[in-house]
């Protein structure tokens, strides 16, 4: 048997307290032996032993009051048929709801969204105990708990309507235990209401398994019950702005909006597309060809715009929630890069690279102190050296990225077994004469690779690589040779990325020298990385930037008004303008079985929600409740046994004196 309150325990021996009263009580009275009371001893001798009797009673009833009161509140519990029995209904239900952006799909037939469906069904199921139980409610996008007190308004709260957020399922199970064990609740059951999206369940994090240990330590027991609503949406397209790059230019200069729409059909069809760009609409047709495309769109800026929004909208389909994407663009910044790099012909290549001319405003400057260097001033790191390893360097260098600068690798030569973001670079190989490496795959679509405003391709094909030193432990590439070996990787840290590129622009290693590859691809990763210095930024739903003073941003996009921390849109504090979209993950419909969801939550008994409830046999109840009927039952005993027996009559005592007064008389004389 486990208890919720074990220390209460410890008042156990208070049980005693009844007896040591008793035999005190014992001790204030003297035995004086006095001739005319043995007449009425042996007249009332019955009425002595019920008198005993009762005593014990009385002291055995006092003792088991005290007994089952500290029984009752150190809260124990057990199973079987008594745990169901004592325990009864759930006395807590914990409510996981999900109200990301991809919830708010429709079915086809009802036109209800599964976030509604899943209110609906959740306040279906409450209404058998809804009087009894406790209800708590947990949300994706604040994972606070709150406490519900009318479950058949479930859905007019706040906490329950729409959003433009993401979901993580094990953060949200995390603070569900946090909050279980701070409450220290009875019978548990923890209700799920999700679409299963498999970037919010993640059900290869490996949060899982201690999560569920944790939950299946809980002493009262936890049962899990899943509504699972991972029927797939049909007949919707999502859009999304991948990149905005300002290009100022002499004549005139432009803003390229790079756009992603993601639909579930693949029949060609012209899709139309409003566009919204600092006030004036308008309207473009885009072309599919499949389940995905990406368009480049150039908008004309005004030369006295500073800064300025925009938006690209869907038509009505069936989740209004992924039917725009909103942009936003600053002044124009300087273009300021970073190269850390012995004395060689690659280093001046690169530095001319970065800084092509004066005139576009980039410099590069050639560092010699890294670990004394204030990086938060560049927007890319050109790095040709041996890999950082000074713990101090190499936070400073994850500082920077985090905060949304780029950082480049390329060879030095020499193998190195220190990685940095998982990477590092391994041997040196040579092309055999006559035959050197190619890159056979690139992204022409996005990245330091694709093609140009005008839609050229860059002469990637024609880049030859004479010697490449190996890239291990990358494996997201945006290029990659002929053999896939990567010739370009990348990978995200915090706001920022950081390159790999395997071959250096000198003669005995490349082409890549001529700077038709090179000059484009180094400005791009320059454009991005200096993106973090306008007064124009971008980010998603959830961003710790929109968290931490939501009240200070007003939403510039609509009269409607808007919450940074859930609605997509612009939004403005002071000078800042910000574009708040919804993450990419969410336009991503891929969905795990309910069968695997269950399975995550091993060795819990999960259920789902449609399912029958199963025996509680199982499960741990809590039976204070039993004790304590018991214990007022007790006192019912010893209530009773406290009232005073019917007195005996004096002369019935008299009568008894004299007869043994008598029957004494004739003992004498006979």
Known sequence: MAYLQPWLLWALPAVLLPLIIHLLNRLRYKTV???????????????????????????????????????????????????????????TVVILLDRSASMEAKDAATQTTKR????????????????????VLIENALRQPQEIASIPALAEIAATTPTDTGADLPAMLQSAADWLSQNKTGLTEIWIASDLQRSNWQPDNDRWPALTARLAAVPQGVRVRLLALNQRATGNTSVAISDVIRRDRAVQSSLKVVIDLQRDETKAATLPLAVT???????????????????????????????????????ADSNARDNSAYFVYGPKTSLRAALVAPESPG????????????????????????????????ALVAWQSPLPREPELVAKLQSFVDQGGVLV?????????????????????????????????????????????????????????????????EKNAWASFAD??????????????????????????????????????LQRLLQRGSARFGAATSITTGDAVAMENPAAWRSVDGEKPKDIRFDAGVYRNGAKLLAVNRPAA?????????????????????????????????????????????????LLVESVLTLPFQKIEAGKIAGAIRSETALEKMERAA
């Not at 509604?116 to 209800?135: N, P």
């Not at 715009?305 to 690209?312: D, I, N, P």
């Not at 290549?349 to 560049?378: H, M, N, R, Y």
């Not at 795990?592 to 409830?613: D, G, H, S, T, Y």
């Open 409 to 473: 690798f390329f060879p030095n030569g020499q193998t190195d077994s220190q990685s940095f973001a998982g990477a590092a670079f391994g041997a040196v190989e040579n092309a055999t004469a006559g035959t050197p490496f190619r890159i056979a795959q690139w992204d022409e679509q996005d990245g330091p690779l694709a093609k140009s405003d005008e839609g050229l391709s860059l002469p990637v094909p024609e880049l030859t690589v004479s010697r490449r030193q190996q890239i291990v432990g």
């Open 347 to 378: 280093r001046r290549i690169l530095q001319a690279a970065l800084a092509p001319s004066p005139k576009l405003g980039s410099v590069c400057e050639i560092v010699t102190e890294p670990s004394t260097t204030d990086w938060g001033k560049f």
């Open 277 to 315: 760009f600092n006030g004036v609409r308008s309207n473009l047709d885009a072309q599919l060809d499949g389940q995905s495309a990406r368009l480049n769109h150039a908008l004309p800026l005004q030369s006295q715009a500073e800064t300025g929004w925009g938006k690209v909208e869907l038509p």
């Open 586 to 634: 969410e336009d991503i419909g891929d969905a795990i079985e309910a069968n695997a969801a269950k399975q995550l939550f091993e060795p819990l008994a999960v259920q789902l929600l449609e399912e029958k409830r199963s025996a509680p046999a199982a499960l741990q109840g809590e039976i204070w409740r039993g004790l304590l009927l018991t214990m007022l039952l007790v």
């Open 33 to 91: 032996h006095w001739a005319a009371m043995i007449f009425l001893l042996k007249a009332n001798r019955a009425a002595t032993r019920r008198a005993k009797i009762r005593q014990y009673l009385l002291l055995a009833a006092r003792m088991l009051v005290i007994l089952f009161l500290i029984w009752a509140m150190a809260r124990p519990l057990t199973g079987g048929w008594i745990g169901a029995a004592a325990g009864g209904v759930p006395e």
């Open 116 to 135: 509604e469906q899943a209110l609906k069904l959740i306040a279906g199921a409450a209404r058998d105990f809804a009087e009894s139980s406790r209800f």
């Open 484 to 521: 896939a070996q990567p010739f370009l990787t990348h990978r995200g840290l915090g706001k920022g990325q950081v390159f790999f590129c395997a071959t250096l622009p000198e003669a005995e290693w490349s082409s890549l020298s001529d700077g038709r590859v090179l000059v484009p691809m």
